[in-house]
């Protein structure tokens, strides 16, 4: 009995160092998660199926460490933004945050690149230069402000005062 329990002990730790060493996986930190899965595998061997799984994620990461970076030819202020874009939504946000301000400063009148770049501050919880890029955005084009009240990505701010103000319909 005891030794039942024990095994089962020894295999809720082990499956929470599986789910450790799978955080930086999920991050897209490959070289890191590669390294704590060949600690896992070291240390919990007798877990083959875990450690299977585990064998198969090093392979995935290696690979993805040593795979060349494509490179976008970035030109246009469509480039930057649909870009820009992308990358918030992969959650890449410093990235998508340099996209971002450099389509704004190709066409600093687009209401959408502040629309963007408000949301994208929100979901990093800059909250007070989200709110600038979101006033700024509806004061180009109202329509902004519709989306704004409908974005799930402005949840966090819904109940701002400021929030409220900026996208009062008057």
Same mark, same amino acid.
């Given at each position: 009995?005891?030794?039942?329990?024990?095994?089962?002990?020894?295999?809720?730790?082990?499956?929470?160092?599986?789910? +450790?060493?799978?955080?930086?996986?999920?991050?897209?930190?490959?070289?890191?998660?590669?390294?704590?899965?060949?600690?896992?595998?070291?240390?919990?061997?007798?877990?083959?199926?875990?450690?299977?799984?585990?064998?198969?994620?090093?392979?995935?990461?290696?690979?993805?460490?040593?795979?060349?970076?494509?490179?976008?030819?970035?030109?246009?202020?469509? +480039?930057?933004?649909?870009?820009?874009?992308?990358?918030?939504?992969?959650?890449?946000?410093?990235?998508?945050?340099?996209?971002?301000?450099?389509?704004?400063?190709?066409?600093?009148?687009?209401?959408?690149?502040?629309?963007?770049?408000? +949301?994208?501050?929100?979901?990093?919880?800059?909250?007070?230069?989200?709110?600038?890029?979101?006033?700024?955005?509806?004061?180009? +084009?109202?329509?902004?402000?519709?989306?704004?009240?409908?974005?799930?990505?402005?949840?966090?701010?819904?109940?701002?005062?400021?929030?409220?103000?900026?996208?009062?319909?008057?």
């Amino acid at each position: 009995m005891k030794d039942e329990k024990t095994r089962k002990d020894d295999y809720q730790k082990a499956l929470a160092a599986y789910a +450790d060493a799978m955080k930086e996986f999920r991050k897209q930190k490959f070289d890191k998660a590669a390294e704590s899965l060949r600690s896992f595998i070291e240390k919990y061997p007798a877990e083959r199926e875990l450690v299977d799984r585990a064998k198969m994620y090093v392979t995935i990461s290696e690979g993805k460490v040593h795979e060349p970076k494509s490179s976008v030819p970035l030109k246009t202020f469509e +480039d930057h933004y649909h870009y820009g874009i992308y990358k918030t939504n992969a959650g890449e946000f410093e990235e998508a945050q340099q996209l971002l301000e450099k389509a704004q400063k190709m066409s600093p009148e687009e209401g959408r690149i502040h629309y963007a770049l408000a +949301d994208l501050f929100c979901l990093m919880g800059q909250t007070e230069t989200a709110f600038e890029h979101l006033k700024r955005a509806i004061q180009i +084009d109202k329509f902004f402000r519709i989306l704004a009240q409908n974005e799930s990505d402005f949840e966090p701010m819904w109940d701002d005062k400021k929030f409220k103000l900026i996208t009062r319909i008057v």
